[in-house]
């Protein structure tokens, strides 16, 4: 079994920064690609941040310059500082990890429980 489990979120006014981190646990034979994605009502989930086992990262333009996504191979966790907030940056914000299973030899997608983040005008 696999768990990734999210921290941090929450209430701030618009132009103030929250950081979230999320580790991943279990029987865990690689984690390749780790991040974070939200999902705001009525609208579909969007990735916000991912980033490979070498650091290769990716971003839509709409948060760049604002959120840096981090990890640390060693711990499996990875963590997205968010600044500069904006009300339309509110979301249930999800952890997202791509991982291959100990004793199964084929990769597969987990997510996080999701963690509110509402920025207020």
């Known amino acids: 079994q696999v768990q990734l489990v999210e921290s941090g979120g929450g209430l701030v006014q618009a132009g103030g920064s929250l950081r979230l981190s999320c580790a991943a646990s279990g029987n865990i034979f690689t984690i390749y690609a780790m991040g974070w994605y939200r999902q705001a009502p009525g609208k579909q989930r969007e990735s916000v941040a991912t980033i490979e086992s070498d650091g290769y990262i990716r971003s839509p333009d709409s948060v760049k310059g604002r959120f840096t996504i981090s990890r640390d191979n060693a711990k499996n966790t990875v963590s997205l500082q968010m600044s500069s907030l904006k009300p339309e940056d509110t979301a249930v914000y999800y952890c997202?990890?791509?991982?291959?299973?100990?004793?199964?030899?084929?990769?597969?997608?987990?997510w996080g429980q999701g963690t509110q983040v509402t920025v207020s005008s």
């Open positions: 997202y990890a791509r991982i291959r299973p100990l004793w199964t030899g084929y990769d597969r997608d987990f």
